[in-house]
């Protein structure tokens, strides 16, 4: 943020002359679910310092100074001097940084809300639901960057899994292009307790070292470091799971995870109207 910055040079400007090594603001959130933020400059407050010093800036957090040697009364003195509009200067940053999150998660959520409103046009318009999947994985890879998504149907009655549709444009050969209809036992699946639980997991690459050696070994020629499984839920029975993977590390976070939550809830209204609609 460039007020904290601008903040951050008025304090080095304020205290280097002093003898500060190293100069911390550390900013407490002004409301829930706000983020704890801080500023440095200089070496790590701690290491190689021989004396620090700290102080409160009333509510919205504390400023820290560290010096090398014995600097004397006059940074103790300027800093207590200073300690009402540093105050005044964080607490117009903090809430500025603030304000920029709330717009900043409006923007998002009304990304989120457009997508929605995509797929469920995709879901009116589709019948194939091959094509279907197709399309919503290409509509979602904008906002979730994942490089594979699978959707496996459970037998409840077996309780064993089945790819039944899976969408990897960048794959390396180790899936197959096109689902082959075996089953495995849900118990050797890393994501099990996503259909036993009926929760969302977020898994990597290590969860897959004990599952099915086959699948372990797919997720290992590809690649991929993160996964998330979601299970499809409808009138109280869990259909299966959408699994979305990707070749980064810490590929999705809580935002997305409910984004994906959304989009299952949508996907497995359609997949059950597409089962109903095959046993008749």
């Known amino acids: 943020c460039q007020a904290l910055e601008a903040l951050g040079a008025a304090l080095v400007a304020e205290f280097r002359p002093l003898g500060a ?26 290491e190689n310092l ?3 010093m700290a102080t409160p800036i009333g509510p919205v957090g504390r400023l820290r100074l560290g010096f090398n040697g014995t600097p004397g009364e006059r940074p103790r003195l300027e800093l207590e001097r200073a300690r009402r509009p540093i105050t005044y200067a ?16 409006l923007a998002e959520e009304r990304d989120r809300d457009r997508l929605l409103l995509e797929i469920t046009n ?6 194939d639901l091959g094509d279907l999947f197709e399309t919503i994985s290409g509509s ?3 906002r979730l960057r994942h490089d594979l998504l699978i959707l496996s149907l459970w037998n409840a009655e ?3 899994v089945r790819l039944a549709y899976l969408d990897f444009p960048t794959s390396r050969g180790a899936f197959p292009t096109a689902p082959s209809g075996h089953e495995k036992p849900l118990s050797r699946l890393p994501w099990a307790p996503a259909v036993r639980e009926r929760r969302t997991m ?8 004990n599952a099915d050696p086959e699948v372990c070994a797919k997720v290992r020629g590809e690649g991929l470091k993160t996964s998330c499984s979601v299970p499809l839920l409808s009138r109280g029975r869990v259909l ?3 699994n979305f993977a990707s070749r980064r590390e810490d590929a999705f976070d809580g935002g997305d995870m409910r984004l994906m939550e959304r989009v299952a809830a949508q996907v497995a209204l359609a997949l059950d109207n597409a089962l109903a609609y095959q046993a008749l």
Do not use: F
Request: glycine share 8%; charged share 30%; net charge negative.
């Open 50 to 52: 021989d004396l620090e």
């Open 202 to 209: 977020l898994l990597h690459a290590a969860d897959y070292d």
């Open 158 to 160: 077996k309780d064993t």
């Open 240 to 242: 299966g799971v959408l």
């Open 21 to 46: 090594g190293a100069i911390a603001l550390e900013l407490a959130p002004s409301a829930p679910g706000s983020p704890r933020r801080t500023w440095a400059e200089g070496p790590a407050l701690g």
């Open 90 to 105: 964080a607490d117009r940053v903090r809430r500025l940084m603030d304000l920029d999150d709330a717009n900043r998660r």
């Open 140 to 142: 979602l890879r904008g």
């Open 122 to 127: 995709l879901l009116v318009s589709h019948r």
